[in-house]
């Protein structure tokens, strides 16, 4: 009986949870595959069916506070797969999630005329939450980067690897903007 | 298989920071303030193949390549499942057809996604109306028996898929290393990590323990509840909770390694479908991964601490719970 309580009791807490199989980059492949970095709020997320209606897309609008590449404007938009509209909801499992008010910070793709999308599906979201004891802004999750040339295994629980204050985080991102330049 | 998962546990014991561990998740999906749990109501599940294949894998090889992904998890024998191959067709797997549809597609906006698996779900009633994988023709695949170099193996990717498929979320039992050339799967036990192995690799065409206890514990067969045990407790820092924390459980005698997380505030957790026996439990942050593969950052996940080992090996029973577990971990800076 415990055990089937207990089975329950994780079913009831699933949360939001996602899933794909994805080919993943180290965050110097980020910041160079993306052709618009920004930090800011989301202003607006609206969900709205593909034009052949088979499936439904969400449209996200950042209010843009800084741009760290590129800069369309004052606001960028792009789309995520996923979205509800009534009762329908269509889970692109992998596909990230946003909420009005918001912050984050982005790491898009934008080629030609079509609506910009998150670099390799979430790879590019970068969450930016207050810290509740400094009251500062950190980004989420850690920063994966490359030392050098060679190899090195990735340790969790690494003591260095923590959320970044959003300030040494856009120092990281010029930084890895630096060495693509340099590499060239 | 036995012996690389001890190795890999080895690795981690050796290392006192470590990469590697094990959970299992179901997959859900938030509608307002409440949850849907993504699972079937009803088997078998019918499934269409759609009718184009890709360079080098044709339409039939493709449904031959998933009916056999279907079959190893029906082939668990601690849980219920079922599927039937419904026919070709010539719809894609994009949804908005009340039909479950595998097939290639060209996606060139996922980049970086060898597949994926989508829900239409009715947030009324929290059925799921249909549910539809595509495998990205921007990569190279290969069916072939033993893997064909710089292509991915389908049958492994459609193994990971059709987890999603039944309503597992993903795995965090894996190591990786990461290069200027981006990051690379070291070892794995569990067809559900989130990371591809390299092209040419077929490891991921066989279940292991911790897909086995996933799928056993979304759809039990009685021999489930009798067979295995479950473990539970909390994960706490500074007397408050963490969530988001891996609760790897590590089965002293048979290597076998399952896991769960903390999925509340209040740092609690559960894993079920463990094998009797003692096991080594470890909680370490999921701060290697891209977290949003595994769970809503919105949530608050915590990742700010040290990997931490149980003092005592748990005794786990057959059909019932070890008793309560509460593992107290430190932050990092502290």
Do not use: C
């Not at chain 1, 509800?84 to 946003?98: S, W």
């Not at chain 1, 340790?155 to 340099?182: C, E, H, N, S």
């Not at chain 2, 909770?241 to 590590?250: D, K, S, T, Y």
């Amino acid at each position: 009986m415990r055990l089937i309580i207990a089975v329950v009791g994780s079913l009831l807490l699933a949360p939001a949870l996602r899933a794909t199989v994805l080919v993943p980059a180290e965050f110097g492949e980020i910041v160079s595959g993306s052709q618009i970095i920004v930090y800011g709020r989301v202003a607006d997320v609206h969900a709205e069916w593909s034009d052949d209606r088979r499936q439904i897309d969400t449209i996200v609008t950042l209010e843009a506070a800084t741009y760290l590449k590129g800069g369309p404007g004052e606001a960028v938009t792009f789309r995520v797969p996923g979205g509800q509209i009534g009762r329908y909801k269509n889970v692109l499992v992998g596909a990230p999630e946003f909420h009005t008010g918001e912050e984050a910070v982005l790491f898009l793709k934008a080629q030609g005329p079509t609506v910009a999308h998150v670099f390799g599906l979430n790879q590019g979201v970068f969450r930016v939450r207050m810290d509740a004891h400094t009251g500062s802004r950190l980004v989420v999750p850690p920063v994966l980067m490359a030392a050098g040339d060679g190899a090195e295994t990735v340790i969790r629980g690494a003591p260095g690897r923590v959320p970044l204050p959003l300030d040494t985080f856009a120092a990281t991102v010029r930084r890895a903007m630096g060495q693509a330049r340099g590499a060239r | 298989m036995k012996s690389r998962a001890v190795l890999l546990f080895t690795l981690l014991l050796v290392a006192a920071t470590t990469s590697t561990a094990t959970a299992y998740l179901k997959l859900g999906s938030r509608v307002g303030t409440r949850t849907i749990t993504l699972k079937w109501s009803r088997m078998p599940i019918r499934y269409f193949v759609a009718d184009r294949g890709a360079p080098s894998v044709t339409a039939q090889q493709m449904q031959q390549t998933v009916t056999r992904a279907f079959s190893t998890w029906n082939a668990v024998s601690t849980a219920v499942t079922s599927s039937e191959f419904a026919g070709f067709t010539t719809a894609t797997p994009r949804g908005g057809d009340n039909a479950t549809v595998i097939g290639f597609q060209s996606r060139p906006e996922l980049d970086r996604t060898l597949g994926a698996t989508s829900f239409l779900v009715d947030t009324t009633t929290g059925d799921i109306l249909e549910s539809d994988i595509f495998f990205n023709t921007a990569f190279p695949w290969s069916v072939a028996s033993g893997g064909e170099p710089n292509r991915f193996d389908l049958e492994s990717i459609a193994l990971h898929e059709i987890g999603h498929l039944h309503g597992l979320a993903h795995s965090a039992i894996g190591e990786t290393e990461l290069r200027a050339g981006g990051r690379r799967v070291i070892a794995a036990e569990s067809v559900m990590f989130p990371i591809a192995f390299s092209p040419a690799n077929i490891q991921f065409r066989t279940l292991r323990a911790d897909d086995i206890a996933g799928i056993s514990d979304l759809y039990p067969a009685a021999s489930f509840t009798r067979q295995t045990g479950s473990v539970s407790g909390t994960v706490t820092k500074n007397g408050a909770g963490v969530l988001g924390a891996h609760v790897v459980a590590f089965h002293l005698r048979t290597g076998k390694i399952v896991g769960g997380f903390s999925l509340s505030a209040d740092g609690s957790f559960v894993i079920a479908g463990l094998e009797p026996g003692p096991h080594i439990l470890r909680v370490e942050p999921l701060d290697d991964a891209d977290i949003e593969s595994f769970l809503d950052l919105t949530l608050g996940v915590d990742v700010d601490f040290r990997v931490k080992f149980h003092e005592r090996l748990v005794a786990v029973p057959s059909g019932g719970g070890a008793r309560r577990i509460d593992i107290k971990v430190l932050p990092k800076g502290g």
